[in-house]
């Protein structure tokens, strides 16, 4: 685990130093300053408070005493079925994404995630603790109750999930993107994501495959203009606590 977290730091460095000196949007130091050090503190406080709750420690838990084992017949040593699991984890992040769109009260606490204005790598964990509070609820049902898959897949599909994560939210872009787009979720798809018009970010909900969005037409491959919730400006971290729990804005 800690070479996974290694990992990361690394990734996360390398991102931010890429859209520092290469950015494919201009913006202020003032806004990329005010940006980094509320997106800091969101996910600081986030990870804080599942430190608290010892939230990894609840899906030991449930595999243990929980746990219907639905999956338990597979071999996830095999390495087929280990790539086919990873392969499925995400088709299932890319259903909570969607229905993180499409449901109300999930929506409530999605859309602050959207208020960014400052797409960049930090933007990638940037998400309000309810809807991480719910996303370990329903990856905690789905996954270890009812399924039964091994802890330690479900942790890899969570790294891999931060890693591109980041990478798509990183504000660059780079010579074969659009045929890497093919395959993985890119910058310029996750930024059209982000887009200020709903019609263009109720699109792409895709994480770390594009295929998902192909398969189930959600797919739109185009550059949008502006990156942004409507007519909501910049957002400081208590600002964006309160945006999370208004239903309406």
Same mark, same amino acid.
């Given at each position: 685990?800690?070479?996974?977290?290694?990992?990361?730091?690394?990734?996360?460095?390398?991102?931010?130093?890429?859209?520092?000196?290469?950015?494919?949007?201009?913006?202020?130091?003032?806004?990329?300053?005010?940006?980094?050090?509320?997106?800091?503190?969101?996910?600081?406080?986030?990870?804080?408070?599942?430190?608290?709750?010892?939230?990894?420690?609840?899906?030991?838990?449930?595999?243990?005493?929980?746990?219907?084992?639905?999956?338990?017949?597979?071999?996830?040593?095999?390495?087929?079925?280990?790539?086919?699991?990873?392969?499925?984890?995400?088709?299932?992040?890319?259903?909570?994404?969607?229905? $993180?769109?499409?449901?109300?009260?999930?929506?409530?606490?999605?859309?602050?995630?959207?208020?960014?204005?400052?797409? $960049?790598?930090?933007?990638?964990?940037?998400?309000?603790?309810?809807?991480?509070?719910?996303?370990?609820?329903?990856?905690?049902?789905?996954?270890?109750?009812?399924?039964?898959?091994?802890?330690?897949?479900?942790? *890899?599909?969570?790294?891999?999930? *931060?890693?591109?994560?980041?990478?798509?939210?990183?504000?660059?872009?780079?010579?074969?993107?659009?045929?890497?787009?093919?395959?993985?979720?890119?910058?310029?798809?996750?930024?059209?994501?982000?887009?200020?018009?709903?019609?263009?970010?109720?699109?792409?909900?895709?994480?770390?495959?594009?295929?998902?969005?192909?398969?189930?037409?959600?797919?739109?491959?185009?550059? $949008?203009?502006?990156?942004?919730?409507? $007519?909501?400006?910049?957002?400081?971290?208590?600002?964006?606590?309160?945006?999370?729990?208004?239903?309406?804005?």
């Amino acid at each position: 685990m800690s070479r996974v977290i290694a990992i990361s730091i690394v990734v996360f460095c390398i991102l931010i130093l890429w859209e520092l000196i290469f950015p494919k949007r201009k913006f202020s130091t003032s806004v990329k300053i005010k940006s980094y050090l509320t997106d800091g503190l969101i996910i600081v406080s986030n990870n804080f408070l599942f430190f608290i709750f010892s939230i990894g420690s609840l899906y030991y838990i449930l595999e243990k005493f929980f746990s219907l084992h639905i999956l338990s017949g597979l071999d996830f040593s095999n390495i087929f079925i280990f790539l086919g699991m990873i392969v499925f984890l995400d088709l299932l992040v890319y259903f909570w994404h969607l229905l $993180n769109h499409k449901i109300s009260f999930l929506w409530m606490f999605h859309k602050a995630h959207h208020t960014e204005v400052y797409l $960049n790598a930090m933007s990638g964990l940037r998400f309000h603790v309810g809807e991480l509070l719910l996303s370990v609820i329903f990856k905690s049902l789905l996954l270890v109750v009812v399924f039964g898959i091994p802890i330690d897949i479900i942790l *890899i599909s969570e790294s891999l999930v *931060i890693l591109f994560s980041m990478f798509h939210h990183t504000n660059i872009a780079f010579r074969g993107e659009e045929m890497l787009s093919k395959l993985i979720i890119v910058p310029y798809l996750h930024q059209t994501h982000h887009s200020i018009d709903r019609a263009d970010h109720d699109n792409n909900y895709g994480v770390v495959f594009s295929f998902w969005d192909r398969m189930f037409g959600t797919l739109l491959d185009k550059e $949008n203009k502006q990156i942004g919730l409507g $007519n909501i400006k910049f957002q400081n971290f208590i600002k964006f606590l309160k945006f999370g729990f208004k239903y309406k804005y």
